[in-house]
C-alpha cells in the first residue's frame, strides 16, 4: 500500500522567492512519484513525474524535484516564485503494476506581490 | 485537441436523489479513471477502467455508488440516494494506456453539492 504526506496546507512566498512544498511517501515497492498543479477552476496538471531514472526532476514552469530514497521525500521546489504560481499542489505516489495514483491532501501556494 | 471532458460541470440535488456524471476521455485512451476531491482533502480514487478488463472497483465507498463504460469511450459515475456527505468534486482522468508511467489527463470536474 501507498500513501503521501504534504506537510502543511498552506504556504505562502513572496513573488521571487524561493517555492518549496514537501512531500514525504511510503510505498512497499519502488514508487513512481508526481507532482500536480490545480489552478482554480480547472483540472489537475502534470508538473513532473519521477519514474526511476534520474533523481532531480525538472518539469514544467521552472520547477523541480528530488528523490530521496533514504528520507522517502519527493520535495517540489522553486527557485523563484511568480504571481501566476498561486495554485494547489498534489503530491502523487503509484508502483510499479498499479496503474491509480495515490494523493496527498495538498497544499495551497499563496504568492504575494 | 480535445481534453478530458465532464458534464455537468456542478450538480445541485436534494439528498436521498440519485445522480448521474459524466466523461468523455480523450480518443484513444484505453484506460480511464474516476476520483473524488472532497473539501480539504486529497483525491480518492474511486473506479478504474482499462480496456475491456474488469473494471477495478476497489475504491467505490459504498453499494450506492456505481460506473459503466461504453468501449473505451464515455463513462457515467452514479451515485444513487444520495447523501450529504457525497458532496464533492468527481473528477475524471484518461491515460493512453495502463501503467504508472502513463500521465493521466484530467477533467474539470463534476462538483456535485447535496442538499
Known amino acids: 500500500a501507498q500513501s503521501v504526506t504534504q506537510l502543511g496546507s498552506h504556504v505562502s512566498v513572496s513573488e521571487g522567492a524561493l517555492v518549496l512544498l514537501r512531500c514525504n511517501y511510503s510505498?512497499?515497492?519502488?514508487?513512481?512519484l508526481f507532482w500536480y498543479v490545480q489552478y482554480p477552476n480547472q483540472g489537475l496538471q502534470l508538473l513532473l513525474k519521477?519514474?526511476?531514472?534520474?533523481?532531480l526532476v525538472k518539469g514544467i514552469n521552472g520547477f523541480e524535484a528530488e528523490f530521496k530514497k533514504s528520507e522517502t521525500s519527493f520535495h517540489l521546489t522553486k527557485p523563484s516564485a511568480h504571481m501566476s504560481d498561486a495554485a494547489e499542489y498534489f503530491c502523487?505516489?503509484?508502483?510499479?503494476?498499479?496503474?491509480?495514483?495515490?494523493f496527498g491532501k495538498g497544499t495551497m501556494l499563496l504568492v504575494s506581490p | 485537441g480535445a481534453g478530458v471532458s465532464q458534464s455537468p460541470s456542478n450538480k445541485v440535488t436534494e439528498k436521498g436523489k440519485d445522480v448521474e456524471l459524466r466523461c468523455d476521455p480523450i480518443s484513444g485512451h484505453t484506460a480511464l479513471y474516476w476520483y473524488r476531491q472532497r473539501l480539504g482533502q486529497g483525491l480518492e480514487f474511486l473506479i478504474y477502467f482499462q480496456g475491456n478488463s474488469a473494471p477495478d472497483k476497489s475504491g467505490l465507498p459504498s453499494d450506492r455508488f456505481s460506473a459503466e463504460r461504453t468501449g473505451e469511450s464515455v463513462s457515467t459515475l452514479t451515485i444513487q440516494r444520495t447523501q450529504q456527505e457525497d458532496s464533492a468534486v468527481y473528477l475524471c482522468a484518461s491515460s493512453l494506456s495502463q501503467g504508472p508511467n502513463n500521465e493521466q489527463f484530467f477533467g474539470p470536474g463534476t462538483r456535485l453539492t447535496v442538499l
Open positions: 510505498s512497499s515497492v519502488p514508487p513512481y
Open positions: 502523487a505516489v503509484s508502483a510499479s503494476g498499479y496503474s491509480t495514483l495515490t
Open positions: 519521477y519514474t526511476s531514472a534520474a533523481t
